[in-house]
C-alpha cells in the first residue's frame, strides 16, 4: 500500500458537482487500498469574496482577523467533502489545519510551517479513514488561526507528504500540468511532462500559479515527488522532482506575471549603508524583491528601484512611510503599468546566446525593456504591462515552438 497526498484546489471543488466528483475520484483510489490524505481549497472564489468583504470594512483589515475570516473557507469544504464520501460510503473525517497538527509561526495571511505534529492525521489512517485536512491553514502555539498566503494549500499538501513520508503529493487543478507558457496567452503552449525543482521553484517565484513557491521549496528540500494534474482528466500531468543529466542550457518555459509593480526611491543620500537600510526595512516586512537597480549618484544623491508582487504594496508603502522617518528621500514611485516577463530553465543566464535572443525578440516587437535581472535558472525582463501578451507569445516562438521545428527538421 503507498501513502497518497491529494490537493484539490478551488476550482475542483467550486460546487456540488464538483465536490462528488473529487468524492468519487478519491473512493477509487481508496478502493484500490491506498492510504489517503486528502487536502482541499476553499470553493471557487470563496476567499476571494471575504477577502473583498473584509477590505469594504477597511482597506488594510487587521490581519489576524482576516486569517481568522479567510480560514472559514477551507473549513466548508473538507466538511462537504466528507459528508460526500460519507454518501459514497467511503469512511473519512474532516480535520482544520489546528487539528491537523500544522503549527505555523504567527506572521499572520502570511504564516511558515514550523512543523507537523502528525500523530492524529496516522492515528485516523490506521483507522481506516480518508484524512481531509483543510488547505492554507494552520494555527500558532497559542492556538490562534493562521494562514499560508494565498495558493498556500499547495504548500499544506506538499508539507503533509513531507511529514508523513508520502509515496507522492498529487496537486489536481483545472489545467493538465505545468505549461511552457500561460496558454491562456499562449495557445500552443504545451504539458512539460517533467521539470525539476529548482526550475518549478524559479516559474512559480515569477509568476506561474500552478503551484505556490513554498510548496516547491518544501518538496525539494524533502525529496517529495509532485505530480500536477487535471481533476477532470485520466491522464498523467507533470512530475516535479529531481531531473538528472540536464542536458545543455535550455529554455523550458515562458512565465510572465502582470502582478508587479516597480518602486523607486529618489535623492537617496549615497552613503555608505543606505542600501542596506533600504533593504533591511523591506526585509523585515517579508516582501519578495527583485530585480534591485540602483542608479548612478550625482551630488551626493542616487535612485533605487525595484520591483514588487502587487499584493505587498500596501506593506512596502507603510515600511517606506517608517523609513522616511529616519532617511531623507527625496520621492517615492510607484508605478502599477509594468510586467515581468521570463525565460526559465537550468543554466539560461551562463549561455550569452539566449539573454541576446530574448533581447532581440522584444526588440523586434518594438518593446522597451525597463530593467532586467537574472538567476542562474532565468532572464526577467520588466516591461509596460499592456506589451506582455505579445512579448509572450514572440518568446515561445523563439525558444520554444520555433525551435522544435528545427530539432524535428534536423533529426
Ligand atoms: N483558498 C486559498 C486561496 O485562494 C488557498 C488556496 O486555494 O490554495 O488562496
Ligand atoms: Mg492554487
Known sequence: VSLVVQKYGGSSVADLERIRHVASRVRRYFLEGHRLVVVVSAM?????????????????????????????????????????????????ISLTGGQAGIITTDVHTKARILRVEVERIFHHLNEGKVVIVAGFQGVTEDGDITTLGRGGSDTTACALAAALRADVCEIYTDVAGVFT???????????????????????ASLGAKVLQLRAVDFSRLYRVRVHVRSTFLEEEGTWVEEV???????????????????????????????????????????????????SEGREGKKDIAFVIPREDEGKVRRALE?????????????????????????????????????????????????????????????????????SVQALHRTFISDSEVILREGS
Open 44 to 92: 471557487g472564489k470563496t476567499t476571494d469574496t471575504l477577502l473583498a468583504m473584509a477590505r469594504e470594512l477597511h482597506p488594510f483589515p487587521p490581519e489576524r482577523e482576516v486569517d481568522t475570516l479567510l480560514a472559514t473557507g477551507e473549513q466548508v469544504s473538507i466538511a462537504l467533502l466528507s459528508i460526500a464520501l460519507f454518501a459514497q460510503g467511503v469512511p473519512s
Open 181 to 203: 507558457a500561460d496558454p491562456r496567452v499562449v495557445p500552443e503552449a504545451r504539458k512539460i511532462p517533467r521539470i525539476s525543482y529548482d526550475e518549478m521553484s524559479e516559474m
Open 244 to 294: 538528472e543529466n540536464m542536458e545543455e542550457a535550455k529554455v523550458r518555459a515562458i512565465t510572465h506575471s502582470l502582478e508587479v509593480v516597480k518602486v523607486v526611491l529618489l535623492g537617496v543620500p549615497d552613503e555608505p549603508g543606505v542600501a542596506a537600510l533600504v533593504l533591511r526595512t523591506l526585509a523585515d516586512s517579508s516582501v519578495f524583491l527583485d530585480m534591485i537597480i540602483q
Open 322 to 390: 517608517d523609513l522616511r522617518k529616519i532617511l531623507p528621500l527625496e520621492g517615492v514611485k510607484f508605478d502599477e503599468d509594468v510586467g515581468k516577463v521570463s525565460v526559465v530553465g537550468a543554466g539560461v543566464a551562463n549561455d550569452p546566446r539566449i539573454a541576446f535572443r530574448m533581447f532581440d525578440t522584444l526588440a523586434r516587437c518594438g518593446v522597451n525593456i525597463d530593467m532586467i535581472s537574472t538567476s542562474n535558472l532565468r532572464i526577467s525582463c520588466l516591461i509596460p504591462k499592456n506589451r506582455v501578451e505579445e
